[in-house]
């Protein structure tokens, strides 16, 4: 795959994995206490926030939208928008690299880009993401006025990058489209809504040689042979399977209609076809539907009339359309280049949890009132579309120091829980989830990794397809166990002794209790990795109880 050169290219991508770990100090919680668990306010610089994200987010975003400064002048000063080209991309680099890693597998990333940096930023996210990944480029119409500036040529468009996390696993919503209910003309005798399609194929690929086992005989109401034949003579195809026309037969969607050719009455097939419960139809990748840059800015100065304006920001309709193609309600999204809170703001009002993250003052002149405003039920944007009413909650948090100093020793405020995520993210490369670790004891849970071996099914299983007429079904994926560790942390006196001798060192004594807390997990079977402050077993003891001891701090990873 071609990839995209640059000066200090080699380093950028080393850049995330030095930036420290860094705890989040919880500032205020705003709203219903219930629901700011699930939505979170940042303030700070964004690469840093990602990492300190990462132990209790990895893998978990379902997505993310950002909109990165332009590199044309147009940000806010804090953003430094007026970078080259390699230091501009040495910036995006490794940002991209934790968002991949906060993506959940079935997640996708979305970013407005303009041309000044747009066709750089496409081979980057190929590279980072994947270009099997790559699902669109959107164009978003920013602006719906007529220009009357000088230059003979005046874009009036952005680029909205889109890519999935696994293009196999991914999954996006289509478009409601009520429209498509008007090419149900009919109504059947239950009062169903339906149409008739010709079941001889027309068009592309209609022909006899194009699919030749689709061309055989039907037997029409009065027994008349009737083959797939176009009207200038041409042997054609019908448009589904033998399997297929069977099955509608049965279900009474096979309709016999005669009409009159040269003087002789023929029998033609059709094909019933029932309207939609829920019409729906692909997205467009050409936005001409949501609103534009000079509704934004109207709505923005509505909400924030004494706060310095932004010129990019976007309006809540654009983010609308995302989240209706990408997520579901519950789904988690997130945007490090939060702005003016425009995300946030969206993300709320249709019910997604969300996280924010915001350099400087602007978290707190911007992001903190709009979602204030939100929480009180303001009106302007998509409220009104989507029955926004007010509620819900977040939390404000800062970055605060860094998990391990300089020599790698753990900072003084670190306490279990978050060494616990920190160790469990190093070990499994995926989140911690508290609720699979046993309560107020060092077991934080046991990971299974699963290789994917693909099957075939019986034929019998498979459903009948109309449109496939192949004789093997197709194969499934099905997950085979490769291994599966229990992983345990003893830290600030875990076992009820706070003393550095006794409950945060593996010692015989503790080595039983582990064992014996260990038989009464879901996977007693599975062997153990110990995380502690020192070790006073032998190797041959740890060996016959299948277990691994790791040192705190040396074998814990400072980057």
């Known amino acids: 795959m071609p990839t995209l050169d640059w000066l200090n290219r080699a380093p950028s991508f080393t850049t995330a994995a030095q930036v420290p770990y860094r705890l989040l100090d919880n500032v205020s919680t705003h709203g219903d206490l219930q629901s700011a668990a699930g939505n979170l306010l940042i303030q700070g610089d964004n690469l840093e926030a990602l990492k300190a994200l990462l132990p209790f987010y990895r893998g978990q975003v379902?997505?993310?939208?950002?909109?990165?400064?332009?590199?044309?002048?147009?940000?806010?000063?804090?953003?430094?928008?007026?970078?080259?080209?390699?230091?501009?991309?040495?910036?995006?680099?490794p940002r991209l690299q934790l968002l991949r890693d906060l993506l959940s597998e079935d997640g996708s990333i979305w970013v407005t880009i303009?041309?000044?940096?747009?066709?750089?930023?496409?081979?980057?996210?190929?590279?980072?993401?994947?270009?099997?990944?790559?699902?669109?480029?959107?164009?978003?119409?920013?602006?719906?006025?007529?220009?009357?500036?000088?230059?003979?040529?005046?874009?009036?468009?952005?680029?909205?990058?889109?890519?999935?996390?696994?293009?196999?696993?991914?999954?996006?919503?289509?478009?409601?489209?009520?429209?498509?209910?008007?090419?149900?003309?009919?109504?059947?005798?239950?009062?169903?809504?339906?149409?008739?399609?010709?079941?001889?194929?027309?068009?592309?690929?209609?022909?006899?040689?194009?699919?030749?086992?689709?061309?055989?005989?039907?037997?029409?109401?009065?027994n008349t042979p009737v083959w797939p034949i176009h009207d200038d003579g041409r042997e054609a195809r019908w448009s589904h399977s033998q399997l297929g026309i069977d099955a509608a037969q049965a279900e009474g969607r096979l309709i016999w209609k005669q009409r009159e050719k040269a003087g002789?009455?023929?029998?033609?097939?059709?094909?019933?076809?029932?309207?939609?419960?829920?019409?729906?139809?692909?997205?467009?990748?050409?936005?001409?539907?949501?609103?534009?840059?000079?509704?934004?800015?109207?709505?923005?100065k509505e909400l924030l009339p004494d706060a310095e304006q932004f010129d990019t920001v976007?309006?809540?309709?654009?983010?609308?359309?995302?989240?209706?193609?990408?997520?579901?309600?519950?789904?988690?999204?997130?945007?490090?280049?939060?702005?003016?809170?425009?995300?946030?703001?969206?993300?709320?009002?249709?019910?997604?949890?969300?996280?924010?993250?915001?350099?400087?003052?602007?978290?707190?002149?911007?992001?903190l009132p709009r979602l204030q405003k939100v929480m009180d039920g303001e009106q302007?944007?998509?409220?009104?579309a989507v029955g926004w009413q007010g509620g819900g909650?977040?939390?404000?948090?800062?970055?605060?120091?860094?998990?391990?100093?300089?020599?790698?020793?753990?900072?003084?405020?670190?306490?279990?829980?978050?060494?616990?995520?920190?160790?469990?993210?190093?070990?499994?490369?995926?989140?911690?989830?508290?609720?699979h670790a046993t309560p107020n004891t060092p077991h934080l849970g046991t990971h299974s990794v699963f290789d994917s071996c693909y099957r075939t099914p019986h034929k019998d299983l498979e459903p009948i397809s109309p449109e496939i007429d192949t004789a093997e079904p197709a194969p499934v994926l099905e997950p085979i166990l490769r291994s599966?560790?229990?992983?345990?942390?003893?830290?600030?006196?875990?076992?009820?002794?706070?003393?550095?001798?006794?409950?945060?060192?593996?010692?015989?004594?503790?080595?039983d209790a582990l064992l014996a807390l260990h038989a009464t997990t879901p996977h007693p079977d599975a062997p153990l990795v110990v995380y502690g402050e020192a070790n006073r077993l032998g190797d041959a003891r740890l060996a016959l109880a299948r277990v691994t001891f790791k040192h705190i701090p040396y074998d814990v990873k400072a980057r």
């Open 380 to 384: 302007g944007g998509i409220s009104a």
């Open 114 to 222: 303009d041309d000044n940096e747009g066709h750089y930023l496409k081979v980057l996210m190929d590279e980072v993401f994947g270009r099997r990944n790559f699902v669109a480029t959107f164009v978003w119409q920013k602006v719906d006025s007529p220009n009357d500036n000088k230059p003979a040529i005046a874009p009036d468009h952005e680029f909205l990058l889109s890519y999935a996390r696994n293009s196999a696993a991914a999954k996006f919503h289509k478009k409601r489209a009520e429209s498509l209910l008007d090419a149900y003309g009919m109504v059947d005798e239950s009062g169903r809504r339906c149409r008739d399609r010709l079941l001889k194929k027309n068009g592309k690929n209609s022909l006899r040689v194009d699919r030749p086992s689709m061309f055989f005989k039907l037997d029409a109401p009065d």
């Open 62 to 93: 379902k997505c993310i939208f950002i909109d990165p400064p332009y590199n044309t002048k147009s940000a806010f000063e804090h953003y430094d928008d007026n970078l080259e080209h390699s230091q501009w991309l040495s910036m995006m680099l």
């Open 314 to 367: 976007k309006p809540e309709q654009l983010l609308e359309r995302v989240f209706d193609i990408a997520t579901n309600p519950g789904d988690l999204v997130l945007d490090s280049f939060l702005g003016s809170g425009t995300t946030a703001a969206v993300a709320h009002k249709m019910g997604r949890r969300w996280i924010g993250i915001e350099m400087g003052e602007h978290a707190t002149t911007h992001c």
């Open 484 to 511: 599966r560790t229990a992983y345990y942390l003893l830290f600030n006196g875990i076992l009820g002794d706070k003393r550095p001798a006794s409950g945060n060192v593996l010692t015989s004594a503790v080595l």
């Open 264 to 300: 002789k009455v023929i029998w033609i097939p059709y094909m019933r076809e029932f309207a939609p419960d829920i019409p729906i139809r692909p997205h467009p990748t050409i936005l001409l539907d949501v609103k534009t840059s000079r509704q934004a800015k109207a709505h923005q």
């Open 393 to 435: 909650g977040f939390r404000y948090c800062t970055l605060g120091a860094p998990i391990f100093d300089a020599d790698g020793c753990i900072h003084p405020d670190v306490r279990f829980a978050t060494l616990a995520a920190f160790i469990w993210q190093q070990e499994t490369h995926t989140a911690f989830d508290p609720a």
